[in-house]
Nanobody, 125 residues
């Protein structure tokens, strides 16, 4: 089994920055090196929102975070980061990382099979 563990959440004032990290117990990729790693967030009572993905088919951001957040991966797909700048109160949520062995374009249809436990981000005004 592959385990994902997020860290780096916390409380920050609006306009501040945080960097989230996600460490995988092993790289999640196919034999031809297809992969997708992602950050989601969820506010209690609302649907989970995909905010950033990085994979063998490129990088994608949700409009809500484009220009403020940066996703990156390191250590041969065993580390995933989310640099969050210019944070807003509406960014307050539980943030989750996820990973799967296919291109992100495929995973959006099939779903992610590997999830972390989440890390809370709270942005105060």
């Amino acid at each position: 089994a592959t385990y994902l563990v997020e860290s780096g959440g916390g409380s920050v004032q609006a306009g501040g920055s945080l960097t989230l990290s996600c460490e995988a117990s092993q790289a999640v990729e196919s034999l031809n090196e297809d992969y997708c790693m992602a950050w989601f967030r969820q506010v209690s009572g609302k649907e989970r929102e995909e905010i950033a993905t990085i994979g063998s088919d490129g990088i994608h951001y949700a409009d809500s975070v484009k220009g403020r957040f940066t996703i990156s991966q390191a250590n041969n797909k065993k580390k995933l980061y989310l640099q969050m700048n210019k944070l807003k109160p509406e960014d307050t949520a539980m943030y989750y990382c996820a990973a799967e062995v296919w291109d992100c374009s495929v995973v959006r249809s099939t779903g992610f099979g590997h999830w972390g436990q989440g890390t809370q981000v709270t942005v105060s005004s």
